[in-house]
């Protein structure tokens, strides 16, 4: 009976991936107890978001792809009207409208669409998988390109980059011609001015801050030079847990989110940054290995995509906190602080172990 | 379509797609590797440079500031000291709104409109980042008032502040001086001196008197504590800590008692008062009446007060004894009575037979003497007592000009004394090079005749008046003015005495100087000018008395006191020492439109002698029964 159960539970689950999450997310709880300077209140509050996140990610794997597929245009369609719902109605937060009141809690729904879009693009790739042409490339493109414009004018230029990535990741793993990327590359290189003068100003200014932070340094400059003092101060082996200073005399901005991770180069040093990025590496190779060998091509570029997303998250977090990308709203994947974060994340390594362990299925 | 070819495009797609998710997946090694780059130059390159910066950023230099220095008088009562008391200060450029912040403060705290005023007047005058006070002497309601409500006020905060404070306040104001907030002049001045250091947390600076003249005795060293701070500037705790040197106090030959008795002689008059020791130049009271609260400018002076005190029509901010310039008058002539012996023009027996005046040869003009009709047979022993004006018109058109300069000069006119505080100026000794310069005109025979008798062109201030005088009660021996007498080293408590220097020993024949300080000692005896402020005395005083025209009067018009506004009036004078034959004390008195030096001012110099030489204080004011009988 017990094994059964035990069963019941691991069965669709990935178990190389999971321990690989579960100690990544470990390691970010010890981070957050010192982040949020020995808050234990907070520890408890991410680790609840964990045990959230783990279940829908549980619920989401056990469902078969095929399933999963059904899901598809309907989340899309969903998040969507969601999107438009917040241009019109949302909540203004920091400036930005992101945020849409349903009831007694409020959702942000270009987290929904970080799921939504690969799902949508390869759900589409697969009906389509007989038959590819450029055309629907182009039809890809637009179903993109439309919640993407959406969430850049909330504005909320990170995301809507990533999201924009994870379109792409899927666009790319279903075989778009490298004349076209090359072409796209082009012109996305001639529009740049323009999309520079659509920028708002304080988005014009991180991207300024970045080429030269003491410019501005106790304004735009101030997050990024704080947070490369951190992790330099850190230098090879750290100051040791709970004992940054930058970190714990306030001088660190958000540093229980976005900037957590300078919190823990500064107490781990450049062997603790090794560690972490080792295990995002092992996250990612796992992930597209998964992809590799799944037998649909809705799979293939479902797994593939959120993988290289979720590589991609980790990637930009790091690079703005060390001072070589601008400074965008981006989390550290799996150790900032944030329950829907950490909700989407799982939810997508549900479908990416679901994709995984409902191959033998079938094939039979 | 077979399954066969299906399979094989099926083959065919999962290997282009494995290409593709190896391009993908190296292109995410390549970024990780990139960023492991960064890592290691940040971490390991650039960390010993970020851990300085980390350093920084943690620890912070906190001054603590030194307790400045005492400032005592001769037998240690307290002319200025400090005490702590708390302030509520604001940092403008913390506040959103000041105005309303203050509206908001005043609903707690009182905060008077002449808080106001001030604080607006210490806003335009200083930094936007500068804590500064709007309210002092908080008392422990409205501080437990305030903590209450303490988070309501972002950028206000209460402070532990020592406070400069004169007990004596007007009594010698313009000696001690005082201290106010450090403003751009001063802080450009600490920068070229390299002093700017030692003021770091500083908020104020001597600005007048001996507050201004000793501050690098008084300020002392600052302190330092090296504290590890947050973002937001506050302490977390202590690293190490340097205390603070206090400053070091100053002991002066001023004895306050003797102030006190020398302002209460005067009593409603304006003037200037300095009393020296002729043997050490220490100077004993140092008056300028009338003098002002002090202890108004510590923190700001508010506008009302700075207004009262600026047009105020007694002027109670100049400095008279060294910033006020009078003609010296007749106390002028013991002076001039040197010169002619010196320098053989006059021997004590030659005389002349006063007509009253005095006419260039060969000119109608005449320079009247004060008494009409004139003294009759005048020699040099009587011209000072009775004080003959025909006398020293004769004798200085003999010296002629350049010798009365050259001669006089020694005596310190026309030059600053070189006393220990600041402003001093230099009065007038009128030459034929000055007169060139100044008016672009010769000298004329006419210009040296009013100038022996301290008129025309001469000009003295109260402080070169005393150094003068106390240059004959030292028989020649010219000593440098000296306030402070002693400095004690706050640390080791050692005393250093501040050393007498002479400035120059006048080589003036012992007869001579007999001779005049012998007349001196007749003007304060029966038939002299000053007989009656000497009255009863049981010591011997010596004196001269002298009147400075306030407006000139035109040939052949009388000058009657009664008919003269009070402001008009002449200007009192009165040099003396005294005990005559041993001086222990050297004086100058000027009352501003006085009238007679021998009845107003002679009779504060007298309560002055009195008290210093017996201890005595005066029964009531002294000037107050001033009478016409004598003259000058």
């Not at chain 2, 409500?149 to 005082?178: C, D, T, W």
């Amino acid at each position: 009976m017990i094994r059964r159960f035990g069963l019941f539970l691991i069965r669709y689950l990935d178990g190389f991936l999971l321990t690989v999450l579960c100690a990544t997310m470990l390691l970010g709880l010890f981070v957050l107890y010192s982040a949020s300077a020995q808050n234990f209140d907070r520890v408890i509050n991410q680790f609840i978001s964990i045990v959230v996140a783990l279940a829908i990610m549980w619920a989401v794997a056990n469902l078969p792809p095929q399933h999963l597929m059904r899901f598809a245009w309907p989340a899309y369609v969903a998040g969507l009207l969601l999107l438009v719902s917040v241009a019109l109605f949302g909540e203004v937060s920091h400036g930005a409208r992101r945020w849409l009141h349903i009831g007694v809690t409020r959702i942000q729904p270009s987290e929904l669409m970080k799921v939504a879009v690969p799902l949508m693009l390869a759900w589409y790739f697969e009906k389509r998988e007989r038959s590819m042409k450029l055309s629907d490339f182009a039809v890809a493109a637009v179903l993109l390109l439309v919640p993407v414009a959406l969430i850049a004018k909330q504005p909320d230029l990170g995301t809507a980059l990533l999201i924009a990535a994870s379109g792409f990741y899927v666009l790319f793993l279903a075989g778009i011609g490298w004349k076209v990327i090359t072409a796209l590359t082009a012109v996305a290189a001639a529009l740049a001015p323009v999309a520079w003068s659509l920028l708002h100003d304080y988005q014009q200014q991180r991207i300024l801050t970045l080429l030269d932070p003491s410019q501005d340094p106790l304004g735009a400059g101030y997050h990024t030079i704080q947070s490369t003092i951190a992790l330099g101060s850190g230098g090879l082996i750290g100051k040791g847990w709970l004992q940054g200073t930058q970190a714990h005399l306030d001088f660190l901005p958000e540093r229980h989110t976005d900037f957590i991770f300078a919190v823990y180069g500064e107490e781990f040093g450049l062997f603790g940054i090794l560690v972490l990025l080792l295990l995002y590496l092992l996250i990612v190779a796992r992930g597209l290995y998964i992809a590799a060998n799944a037998p649909s091509l809705f799979g293939r570029l479902v797994a593939g995509s959120i993988t290289l997303t979720f590589g991609t998250y980790a990637f930009v977090n790091m690079g703005m906190v060390s001072g070589i990308l601008p400074v965008v709203g981006v989390p550290l994947p799996l150790i900032s602080f944030g329950g829907t974060s950490m909700v989407t994340l799982l939810l997508g390594f549900g479908v990416v172990m679901s994709v995984a362990t409902h191959r033998r299925l079938v094939k039979q | 379509m077979t399954r066969g070819t299906e399979l094989r495009n099926h083959q065919r797609e999962l290997y282009y797609f494995r290409v593709r998710l190896t391009v993908a997946g190296s292109l995410a090694l390549f970024l990780f590797l990139l960023l492991l780059s960064r890592f290691v130059y940040v971490q390991i390159v650039q960390h010993d440079h970020y851990m300085t910066l980390a350093e920084q950023n943690r620890i912070s230099i906190v001054p603590i500031l030194p307790n400045r220095g005492l400032i005592l008088d001769r037998n240690g009562a307290v002319l200025a000291h400090n005490y702590t008391a708390f302030t509520l200060e604001m940092t403008p450029s913390k506040l959103d709104n000041l105005e309303q912040t203050i509206n908001d403060l005043a609903a707690l705290i009182e905060i008077t409109p002449k808080d106001r005023k001030r604080f607006k007047k210490l806003l335009e005058e200083s930094h936007n980042f500068e804590s500064l006070p709007i309210r002092t002497r908080l008392n422990d309601v409205e501080i437990a008032r305030f903590a209450a409500n303490r988070y309501r006020f972002p950028g206000v905060e209460i402070k532990a502040r020592l406070f400069r404070h004169y007990p004596l306040g007007q009594i010698a104001s313009h000696m001690v001086g005082y201290i106010g907030r450090i403003n751009d002049a001063d802080l450009d001045r600490l920068e070229a001196s390299g002093d700017l250091a030692n003021y770091r947390g500083s908020d104020h600076i001597g600005k007048a008197g001996l507050e201004q003249s000793y501050e690098k005795e008084l300020h002392g060293t600052t302190g330092f504590e090296q504290v590890e701070t947050d973002a937001g500037g506050r302490a977390v705790r202590t690293l190490s800590r340097t205390p603070p040197t206090s400053g070091n106090n100053l002991t002066l030959h001023a004895d306050l008692k003797l102030q006190q008795v020398a302002e209460q002689a005067f009593g409603n008059f304006r003037g200037a008062l300095v009393a020296i020791e002729p043997k050490t130049g220490g100077v004993l009271a140092y008056l300028s009446k009338p003098g002002f609260d002090t202890n108004l400018f510590v923190d700001g002076i508010d506008p009302q007060n700075w207004d009262l005190l600026n047009n105020s029509p007694d002027k109670p901010m100049v400095n008279r004894a060294m910033h006020g310039q009078y003609p010296p008058g007749s106390t002028f002539k013991p002076f001039m009575a040197l010169a002619g012996l010196e320098l053989n023009k006059r021997t004590p027996s030659y005389g002349i037979n006063d007509p009253g005046f005095y006419s260039l040869p060969g000119s109608s003009h005449r320079y009247r003497d004060w008494k009409a009709g004139g003294h009759g047979f005048v020699d040099l022993h009587k011209s000072l007592v009775i004080s003959c004006d025909t006398y020293y018109y004769g004798l200085a058109v003999d010296l002629g000009i350049d010798n009365i300069f050259n001669f006089i000069s020694h005596f310190g006119f026309g030059k600053k004394t070189g006393i220990d505080i600041e402003g001093e100026r230099t009065g007038l000794l009128p030459s034929v090079e000055w007169k060139l310069k100044r008016f672009k005109q010769k000298w004329y025979v006419g210009d040296t005749v009013s100038v022996g008798i301290g008129q025309g062109y001469n000009l003295a201030t109260p402080l070169q008046l005393a150094v003068a005088t106390a240059t004959i009660a030292n028989s020649g021996t010219q000593m440098r003015p000296l306030l402070v007498r002693q400095i004690e080293n706050s640390k080791t408590n050692v005393i250093t005495p501040r050393p007498a220097e002479t400035i120059s020993i006048l080589p003036i024949k012992p007869e001579n100087m007999v001779l005049v300080r012998n007349a001196l000692v007749d003007v304060t005896r029966p038939g002299g000018t000053a007989a009656r402020a000497s009255a009863g005395a049981p010591y011997a005083m010596a004196g001269k008395t002298g009147t400075a025209q306030v407006v000139g009067m035109k040939q052949g018009e009388k000058y009657v006191e009664s008919r003269v506004a009070e402001r008009h009036r002449d200007h009192a004078l009165f040099i003396a020492y005294a005990p005559a034959d041993d001086p222990k004390i050297a004086i100058a008195v000027l009352v501003e439109n006085g009238g007679h030096g021998g009845s107003t001012a002679a009779p504060i110099a007298r309560a002055v002698f009195d008290y210093y030489l017996l201890g005595k204080l005066p029964v009531r004011p002294v000037t107050d029964a001033a009478d016409e009988s004598e003259h000058d």
